[in-house]
């Protein structure tokens, strides 16, 4: 036996020396890959909470994605120590990726959105936008999906390619919105008294901002009316309560100060027939 294994070493030592000289370069890398990738994700993570930069979404993703390629640069180095042909491995990595991407390019355009949108960041959670026409409070972003809630409590998931193909309203950024209240007095009224009652409103409210600065004007003259338009601005969590509030002091104050709100109306001119024929065709 003990004859065995010399002649075994003897015709094999170059091989073995070689072998056991690889494996051993192949845990140092290994080892060496295991502590770059932990170091790359906590570099990462620091130095986002210090700049502020990337949505906290965006960071476990990036983090995750940069550890994982630093074990695959680590892999491809131990096949090539192995004497693995790593140049064919990585096209038939390509080409398997290429196959896998275009079975799922619906998942992954969502994945490529959901990137974009929280690295540009159009909006960031807890912000009212409106898409495609749906509305609602942005509640997770995340790499496939937005879920959104709306103003009736309903809950949205929206694929993110559909937010990253139409055009994005933010209600939330700016910090403040402008409010549009049109209110029609008769043509008999004085539109300089109504100007002076509207004026009056915003004086008094303190929830308006002053900057820029409440505007008042003739919006347009209708059929039965001249609509007086009142546009001010406030801040977002004081839009609502003031626009509500403002549509019952306007209407209040018009009819307090003797103005006339007047509803819908047609004159009718009725030419060369006269009452006593109407009479007859009733």
């Known amino acids: 036996m003990k004859e065995s294994l010399i002649q075994f070493w003897q015709n094999n030592s170059e091989t073995i020396i070689a072998l056991g000289y690889n494996v051993i370069l192949a845990t140092v890398i290994l080892i060496a890959s295991s502590i770059m990738a932990k170091a790359v994700r906590k570099a990462i993570q620091n130095t986002n909470s210090k700049l502020k930069k990337l949505d906290p979404t965006l960071i476990p993703i990036f983090s995750t994605v940069a550890s994982y390629a630093v074990y695959l640069i680590g892999g491809v180095f131990i096949l090539d120590i192995f004497g693995v042909n790593t140049a064919s491995l990585i096209a038939l990595v390509g080409a398997a990726g290429l196959a896998i991407g275009l079975a799922l390019k619906d998942t992954l355009s969502n994945i490529a959105a959901g990137i974009m949108l929280l690295i540009l960041r159009p909006f960031n959670t807890g912000d009212f936008i409106e898409f495609g026409g749906t509305q609602g409070t942005v509640r997770e972003i995340n790499l496939f999906t937005c879920v959104l809630e709306t103003v009736d409590g309903l809950y949205i998931a929206s694929p993110n390619s559909v937010l990253?193909?139409?055009?994005?309203?933010?209600?939330?950024?700016?910090?403040?919105?402008?409010?549009?209240?049109?209110?029609?007095?008769?043509?008999?009224?004085?539109?300089?008294?109504?100007?002076?009652?509207?004026?009056?409103?915003?004086?008094?409210?303190?929830?308006?901002?002053?900057?820029?600065?409440?505007?008042?004007m003739v919006a347009s003259m209708m059929d039965s009316a001249v609509n007086i338009q009142f546009r001010a601005w406030a801040n977002n969590d004081d839009y609502w309560p003031t626009y509500w509030d403002l549509n019952k002091r306007i209407k209040e104050s018009i009819e307090a100060a003797g103005l006339t709100i007047p509803f819908p109306q047609r004159t009718l001119h009725l030419v060369g027939t006269d009452p006593i024929s109407l009479n007859k065709n009733r």
């Open 164 to 216: 990253w193909g139409n055009n994005i309203k933010n209600f939330t950024r700016n910090g403040k919105r402008r409010m549009d209240i049109i209110v029609g007095i008769s043509y008999s009224d004085s539109i300089d008294e109504g100007f002076a009652v509207l004026q009056k409103i915003a004086e008094n409210e303190p929830r308006l901002l002053s900057t820029p600065a409440p505007q008042i």
